[in-house]
Each structure stands twice: as C-alpha cells, then as structure tokens.
Nanobody
Framework: QRPLVESGGALVRPGGSLRLSCATS????????ISWFRQAPGKGRVGVSC????????DYKDSVKGRFTISRDNAKNTVYLQMNSLKPEDTGVYYC??????????????????????????WGQGTQVTVSS
C-alpha cells in the first residue's frame, strides 16, 4: 500500500465543490510537509497548494486562490483540499506528496509548490477530478 492515499475526486459541474483528502497509511502525518499537485492529460505536474508540517505556512497556485483551501488534521493523519467554485481548467489527476525534511529543509518551514529543489519522499496514487457540464 502506498504511504499516502488520496480520495474525494469525482465528476462535478462547473461551480461545484469537492473536498479531497490525503491520508497517511501506517505512520504519523505530524512531521510531514504536504503538497498537492495536479496533472492534466499531456501536461506535467503543477503545484496547486501546500502546507508546512505545523500549518504555519500555506501557499496556493494563483489560479486557485480564493477558491481552494488547504488544511490538516494531524490527529486524523489527514490533509484536506477544499475546492469551491470549480472550473473546467481545474480538471486533472490530483496527487498529494510529502516531504520528511532535512536540516537544510526543515518541514516546519517547508511549503513546496514545485518539485524542483525538493525531494518528495512519498506520493499518493492520485485521484481524478473532472469539471465538466
């Protein structure tokens, strides 16, 4: 079983909402920085949102600001991505990924919106989000 498991993807009409979940499997989420990436067909993965291990830092792709909200519940070992006012361009496979961190990149201060410059230790299997009328 993959260390991270995503769920919540679905077919939804424009303007609708979805909540994606990213849960750890077999270990605690407390010390992981979490990022959400999206991959559309024929495209590379792009960062959508991220949250540091303490939630001190969050970030969002410009096109989703004001519509998406990332949060974490360490007691439930789960990170959520609430997606409102969905648009067709939000369509893609959404992956969560985790960084354990190092002394050079402590997870308390890490919020990774790109893969470049970071080593992601865990990836989920992806969940499909389709926004279409």
């Amino acid at each position: 079983q993959r260390p991270l498991v995503e769920s919540g993807g679905a077919l939804v009409r424009p303007g609708g909402s979805l909540r994606l979940s990213c849960a750890t499997s077999g270990f605690t989420l407390d010390y992981l920085a979490i990022s959400w990436f999206r991959q559309a067909p024929g495209k590379g993965r792009v960062g959508v949102s991220c949250v540091s291990s303490t939630s001190r830092i969050t970030d969002y792709k410009d096109s989703v600001k004001g519509r998406f909200t990332i949060s974490r519940d360490n007691a439930k070992n789960t990170v959520y991505l609430q997606m409102n006012s969905l648009k067709p361009e939000d369509t893609g496979v959404y992956y969560c990924a985790a960084i354990r961190g190092t002394t050079q990149t402590p997870v308390q201060a890490v919020c990774a919106m790109t893969e470049a410059g970071y080593e992601f230790d865990y990836w989920g299997q992806g969940t499909q989000v389709t926004v279409s009328s």
